[in-house]
């Protein structure tokens, strides 16, 4: 039987500031809207995950480099820091290791990231690893672009926004939707409901003007 998020340990971690507008470094911190606070990444791919991490409805929160680990076996001792903890809005979690691929690392990291694994099975934890291929998938420049986008939306904003879809004629591009009247969107907000998934669009399209939005999902469509 799997364990709880709550049997997992997680670290406290001093917080960075909440961004102010026009932070946008992804490089090794990453400023959260899941978790109201910037976190440190352990590297760029890492501050990439995030992103996917912010997408994804059934995450409710996450921790980067939540734990450093030791333990010891019947022939070693073992040292180890997964770079994210996941909690998932079921009441369960994850640990994950995040890496370009698995088929480059040290032969110790591969013994170590095995140990834990192990650790993890037997304390009925989920330990799953991740690869760039995964990260960087087709949708990955767009949906960056639209989180980055998303984060100047205030609450009234996006109510605003949220309020106006069912009025709109769909399909239609992101150029139409901006220059619908009466009261368009604003740039934000519209980046907020496509990321949020309150609009259906392929987001293997690229980040413009054309960009062809389907609609809104069923629930926003209900209020």
Known sequence: M???????????????PWPHAGHRNFSTTFPSRKNRRSLRCGSRLQADYCVSLEHDADVEQYWALPHVFTWATDTEKHRYTPHFLIANRDGGG?????QASFDNVTAQRTTTRLAFDALCREHGWRFHCVTAVSVHGPSFPTLQKLYLRSLATSADELAACLQ??????????????????PAPPS??????????GHLQADLSQALDLNLMIQGPT??????
């Open 218 to 223: 069923r629930a926003s469509e209900g209020g």
């Open 164 to 181: 106006r879809l069912p009025d709109l004629c769909w399909p239609a591009t992101f150029r139409e939707v901006l220059n619908s009247h």
């Open 94 to 98: 994850c640990y994950c290791e995040v």
């Open 2 to 16: 799997l364990a709880s998020i709550n049997s997992m340990p997680c670290d406290p971690v001093p917080a960075f």
């Open 187 to 196: 740039l934000a907000a519209l980046c907020s409901c496509l990321f949020l």
